[in-house]
């Protein structure tokens, strides 16, 4: 028995699967992947093997594993004493670093997760409309709780006008839950339209990813964020960008200066802890003082803000400003890219690569790029059975593309400016027999 199954056998008596969360289940491995340690652009799992990672956890490792500037800010908050529930001057220096890359937030609050930061900006949304309807896009994910995760990896009914049937993503949620959710398909300007004309008198919010890397690297169409902009400031509709992905990934560091596109909100996690876990809800000053103590909406947590993650957050967003930092990303990505497209077009396999800065995704079964502004032509295209057969060789080949792909849409990978050039040419050749043996 190898270590990997020992534990594994250990771990299913006190988690189910033999994982403490969820997506650390892996399916084509029948059990998560257990890990020792973690540098840089790899790991090593227990039985010793030594990995490239393309999952990055879950796209929070941004700056790599083990990051020495992290490490030194970890080091820093130790001395410290780790403390937590008390503001310091590095708070402040937080904010003013993450404004920078957040234009749109006047003010910030600090949380712990992308969840938590979605739900306060919606819970805001409502405070500063007193309406109580949220209209989301379909395929589009903004955490794992009961007022928001419908309609992610899915196709439901949709109407002659673009609103789609309201289904939840799992079990467990209270009927009546979905009443306070509108879902409409993304990129069609008219369905946002018709849902708003509709809903107009109980809309609270707009809520989108503004690039959805959580169905592998859905874009938006052309001027359709200026369009959904323009209705939203028409209805007096707040417009709330779900950065927790996108934040920090491209040039020149989140979505809405990418797109030069100001949302009223913003919810941002992930890489801008570098590992480590912080998140935070900003929008402009109208609506964010609504929270205590100039309002009566609550938004804190005990472990929000806490020293060490404030301190990591500074120093990942330090490094984010830097000259070079994004030219870098960008040369890996073009190189990456690029080489899985002339690989999947050497050995005949139908699919390509959509990525923007750091993230992407491999669309296999869907060959012309214009197909992937449209969730349901890629739900129809996406060839799962190929997608399956490469996520089990790439973990033969010590390459990890994680399995986190859902019934409809692709996964989304990444890389980390740890990631050498070399690191990509050693990926492309194992790619290359990878491709051989699935096409």
């Known amino acids: ?73 970890i080091g820093k908050a130790l001395d410290a004493g780790f403390f937590m529930n008390f503001d310091t001057e590095y708070h402040t220096q937080l904010a003013r670093l993450l404004q920078h890359f957040f234009p749109s937030c006047e003010r910030f609050r600090l949380l712990n997760t992308g969840a938590e930061a979605t739900q306060s900006a919606i819970r805001l949304a409502r405070a500063h409309t007193g309406r109580d309807k949220v209209l989301r896009f379909e395929g589009h994910f903004h955490g794992m709780y009961e007022s928001i995760w419908f309609n992610h990896n899915m196709v439901s009914n949709v109407d002659g006008r673009g609103e789609v049937e309201t289904n939840a993503d799992s079990e467990g949620f209270p009927i009546h839950a979905k009443d306070g959710v509108v879902n409409v398909i993304f990129n069609d300007v008219e369905a946002v339209e018709h849902a708003i004309r509709k809903y107009r008198d109980e809309l609270a919010c707009v809520i989108l990813e503004p690039i959805s890397y959580n169905c592998g690297c859905l874009e938006a169409r052309g001027e359709y964020l200026r369009a959904v902009r323009e209705i939203c400031t028409r209805e007096n509709i707040v417009l709330i960008f779900d950065e927790v992905v996108s934040g920090l990934r491209m040039r020149p560091g989140s979505a809405q200066k990418y797109y030069g596109i100001l949302p009223d909100m913003t ?18 000053k109208e609506i964010m003082q609504h929270v205590n103590p100039t309002g009566n909406a609550a938004v804190s947590g005990t472990y929000s803000g806490a020293l060490m993650p404030v301190l990591a957050s500074i120093a990942c967003l330090t490094m984010a400003s830097e000259d070079g930092f994004y030219d870098r990303i960008e040369a890996i990505g073009g190189k990456l890219f690029t080489g899985i497209d002339d690989l999947l077009s050497k050995h005949k396999i139908a699919g390509h690569v959509r990525g923007v800065g750091a993230r992407f995704g491999i669309y296999f079964g869907v060959e012309n790029p214009q197909d992937d502004f449209d969730f349901r032509k890629v739900a129809a295209l996406q060839d799962r059975a190929t997608y399956k057969k490469f996520v089990t060789e790439c973990v033969n080949n010590r390459l990890w593309f994680h399995d986190t792909a859902g019934p409809v849409s692709p996964a989304h990978y990444g890389f980390t400016i740890a990631h050498t050039a070399k690191d990509i040419d050693e990926t492309l050749n194992r790619l290359d027999k990878i491709f051989k043996k699935i096409a």
């Open 1 to 73: 028995m190898t270590k990997l199954s020992e534990i594994h056998a250990e771990a299913s008596k006190y988690f189910i699967g033999g994982a403490s969360a969820g997506q650390r289940y892996n399916a084509p491995l029948g059990q998560p992947l257990y890990i020792t340690r973690a540098d840089g652009s790899r790991f090593w799992d227990a039985d010793g093997n030594e990995f490239i990672d393309f999952h990055t956890g879950a796209g929070a490792a941004l700056f790599g594993h083990n990051n020495p500037r992290i490490r030194e800010a």
């Open 267 to 284: 919810a941002m996690a992930k890489a801008i802890g570098g590992g480590l876990s912080i998140a935070a809800v900003g929008g402009t």
